[in-house]
């Protein structure tokens, strides 16, 4: 599906995803709106629909959500607020109807973190109620430096990430 995009700020996530998308036979279309948080506006930016990952060796559906939120600064450009990039399944045990994000790659630069500023990359790992995916692990990528949408897929597709993840659910 081609990308719908309005707003120049998108372009870049846009175009980067769907390289990365490319690189795995996925398809990728992305839509674009204004939002406003606090009185500032922000451009979020969203996979049309959950990408299906029908070539997933784990059972289950499995799907890929893609998502960012930019912030509008016109002193010094566009900044990513915040990002995610979820795998989620279903028809497992656990996920029988409703899909379940499993894990999810994150930047929030709005959330407060450990120590002092905000949590920036981190990592969100379904767990059983009532924890569900309220753990938050910060990734240790250096200061500002958060992964590339190809960096995270090649982590969520990697064939020994499919394999724990068959192992974890008992397959």
């Not at 790992?125 to 692990?137: C, E, S, Y």
């Amino acid at each position: 599906m081609a990308a719908k995009l309005i707003h120049p700020e998108s372009r870049p996530f846009a175009k980067e995803a769907s390289k990365a998308l490319r690189h795995y036979n996925l398809p990728g279309g992305f839509l674009d709106r204004i939002e406003r948080e606090d009185g500032i506006e922000m451009v979020r930016v969203r996979s049309t629909t959950p990408i299906e990952l029908k070539d997933y060796a784990a059972a289950g559906r499995w799907t890929l959500n893609l998502e960012w939120t930019i912030r509008r600064d016109p002193a010094g450009g566009p900044i990513l607020w915040r990002s995610t990039i979820g795998l989620s399944v279903r028809d497992v045990p656990f996920a029988p109807e409703k899909p379940v994000c499993l894990v999810r790659y994150d930047v929030d630069r709005g959330r407060p973190g450990p120590g002092l500023g905000a949590i920036g990359a981190h990592l969100n790992v379904f767990q059983p109620d009532p924890i569900r995916d309220n753990l938050h692990f910060p990734v240790l990528a250096g200061p500002g430096r958060e992964w590339a949408v190809r960096e995270v897929l090649d982590v969520l597709m990697a064939p020994e990430f499919v394999d724990d993840i068959s192992r974890c659910l008992g397959q």
